[in-house]
């Protein structure tokens, strides 16, 4: 099979046990942003252990990024029950929150917002935290379009997912001894 088939040329293409569609459809601007959210955080786990990103951390990772490509696979199919494509559930976010309190328990307590940054790994997940709330924000979009059903568990799952990336940021740039930088108010 090549990877280059042509069809979409013209700017359209084809969703899964559906219709041809735009290129700039709702519905591929919500599964495109997802897959972008999975490149960043395989840019996150090539940084490595190195990087601050032991051997623990990459496997939570590696986890989400398997899911993301089931929310993907969801998003990407008008008819995703009859293709049974709805995978993510109830039980995938309390883990990611039970994640988010294991993370955060010897994080200092938040008191004002905080800068992007520090390491490298921890400047990549704060670009895919807000990678994630703009897929959060296209998922709704798309779920907001007559006909079309979105799993509430995809939308709760986008946005537990997002806080889980922010804490992490925070986790790798405080395990390489990089304090949070306190967002300050311009003079």
């Known amino acids: 099979m090549k990877i280059y088939t042509r069809t979409g040329d013209a700017g359209s ?3 899964f046990g ?3 569609v735009s290129k ?5 601007e919500a599964y495109g942003t997802v897959d972008e959210l999975n490149a960043a955080l395989g840019c996150v786990r090539s940084v490595g252990a190195a990087g601050g990103v032991d051997r623990s951390l990459d496997q939570q990772i590696e986890q989400i990024q398997r899911e993301l490509f089931s929310i993907g696979a969801e ?5 995703p029950d009859e293709h049974g494509l709805r995978v993510i559930g109830s ?8 994640w988010i309190d294991e993370h955060e328990s010897g994080l200092e307590p938040l008191k004002q917002f905080i800068l992007p940054g520090g390491t490298h790994a921890a400047s990549i997940l704060h670009l895919a935290r807000a990678i994630c709330r703009r897929a959060e924000r296209r998922v709704v979009t798309l779920g907001d379009q ?3 059903q979105i799993s509430d568990a995809v939308i709760i799952y986008l946005n537990r997912l997002s806080d889980y990336l922010f804490v992490l940021s925070r986790e790798v740039n405080s395990q390489a001894g990089i304090a949070d930088v306190p967002w300050q108010r311009p003079q």
């Open 13 to 15: 293409t084809g969703l």
């Open 18 to 20: 559906g219709p041809r």
């Open 24 to 28: 700039d459809d709702a519905r591929i």
């Open 75 to 79: 998003l990407a199919t008008p008819n």
């Open 91 to 98: 039980s995938h976010v309390t883990r990611i929150e039970g």
């Open 146 to 148: 007559e006909g079309v």
